[in-house]
C-alpha cells in the first residue's frame, strides 16, 4: 500500500490524494505494531520482514513510521552474521532471506559501516546464478522468477551502498545483470500463475526504487 503510494505522488496528484487516508491508517496500524515484533520473519515469501522495512523506508512519507522502520532494521539485523546464503532458495522463495537482510542495511548504515557489516553477514566471495523455473504454469515455482527480479533489484541497491572503492561491487553488479536479464526475461503474460505478479517485481527493478 505504501509503495502504491509513492508511486501515485509521482504519477497522479488526484488518485494520491483520494487514497491517503489509508495510507495513514496503513502508517497508524504499523507504527502500533512494528514495536510489538520481538523476532524477524525470514521466509523468502510474502512475510519477510527486511523486505516489508525496505519498502516502508523507501515508500512512506510519515518520518515517525520511517524511523521505527529503520531502527527495527538495526534492532533485527545488526548483529547477524555468516547468513547461508548457499542454502538459498527453497522451492517456492521469491524474495531471498540474505539478499533482503543486506538490502535492508544498507539503507540504515553509512558505506563505510555496511562495507563492515557485509563482511561479516555475506563473507563469500561468489554470487549465486539465476534460477530456472522448470515450469512457469505452475503457480509456487514461478516465483523463482520473482526470486531472479528481487535478487537483482537487491544487489544494485547493495552495490549502491557500499563505498565507491569496495572491490566487492564488480563482482554484485555482474551477478546483477544475469539476474536482471533473467527476470525481465520472464516477465511475458504468457501465464497468470506469474504474469499477475512479476510486473510489479520488474518495477521495483526498473525504476530503483530505494535507489538513489
Given at each position: 500500500m505504501l509503495q502504491l503510494g509513492a508511486e501515485l505522488r509521482e504519477s497522479d496528484p488526484e488518485l494520491s490524494a483520494n487514497l491517503h487516508p489509508l495510507e495513514q491508517a496503513v502508517s497508524e496500524r504499523l507504527k502500533a505494531w512494528l514495536?510489538?515484533?520481538?523476532?524477524?520473519v525470514r521466509s523468502g515469501e510474502h512475510s519477510q520482514t527486511a523486505f516489508a522495512l525496505g519498502l516502508i523506508i523507501?515508500?512512506?512519507d510519515d518520518p515517525a513510521l520511517v524511523s521505527l522502520a529503520r531502527d527495527a532494521a538495526r534492532r533485527f539485523f545488526l548483529s547477524d552474521k555468516s547468513c547461508p546464503l548457499n542454502y538459498e532458495p527453497s522451492g517456492e522463495d521469491f524474495l531471498s532471506p540474505c539478499m533482503a537482510e543486506a538490502d535492508v542495511m544498507r539503507r540504515v548504515l553509512p558505506p563505510r559501516d555496511f562495507a563492515a557489516w557485509l563482511t561479516r553477514f555475506l563473507p563469500q566471495t561468489r554470487w549465486p546464478k539465476p534460477e530456472v523455473v522448470t515450469d512457469p504454469s505452475d503457480p509456487r515455482l514461478a516465483h523463482l522468477d520473482g526470486l531472479n527480479l528481487s535478487r537483482a533489484w537487491?544487489?544494485?541497491g547493495i552495490a549502491h551502498g557500499?563505498?565507491?572503492s569496495d572491490r566487492r561491487i564488480a563482482s554484485i553488479t555482474a551477478a546483477a545483470n544475469e539476474h536482471r536479464e533473467a527476470g525481465l526475461a520472464s516477465v511475458t503474460g504468457e501465464h497468470y500463475e506469474g504474469g499477475h505478479w512479476l510486473g510489479s517485481f520488474a518495477v521495483y527493478l526498473t525504476t530503483r526504487r530505494g535507489i538513489r
Open positions: 514495536p510489538k515484533l520481538s523476532h524477524p523507501d515508500s512512506s537487491m544487489l544494485e557500499l563505498p565507491r
